[in-house]
């Protein structure tokens, strides 16, 4: 019973900050690599970031030098640091996570997603 619960997101005006949450609950034995996607209307889910259980990250070009990901292992959440935003960054934003479950099955799990607008 592994659920994802994204928080955070909201209205906010272009040049601002924001900061999304994931976290991970129910019956663990790992949770690997952790990642944010978007997907903005019409178009198709997009990777963001990502962040390993060691804190190995990568970014889209989109987001280089803009956003930050990090991640609290002791209580199995993530975090999306968003500065500056833009407009194209408007979209829905999910969290997903890799997780090893108590039967020791490995698969990617999903969140329901949290809505970002950015608007003047």
């Known amino acids: 019973q592994v659920q994802l619960v994204e928080s955070g997101g909201g209205l906010v005006q272009p040049g601002g900050s924001l900061r999304l949450s994931c976290a991970a609950s129910?019956?663990?034995?790992?949770?690997?690599?952790m990642a944010w996607y978007r997907q903005a209307p019409g178009k198709e889910r997009e990777l963001v970031t990502s962040i390993t259980i060691g804190g190995v990250t990568n970014y889209a070009d989109s987001v280089k030098g803009r956003f930050t990901i990090s991640r609290d292992n002791a209580e199995n959440t993530a975090y999306l640091q968003m500065n500056s935003l833009k407009f194209e960054d408007t979209a829905v934003y999910y969290c997903n996570a890799n997780i090893r479950n108590s039967y020791g099955w490995i698969r990617d799990y999903w969140g329901k997603g949290t809505l970002v607008t950015v608007s003047s």
């Open positions: 129910g019956s663990m034995i790992r949770v690997n690599t």
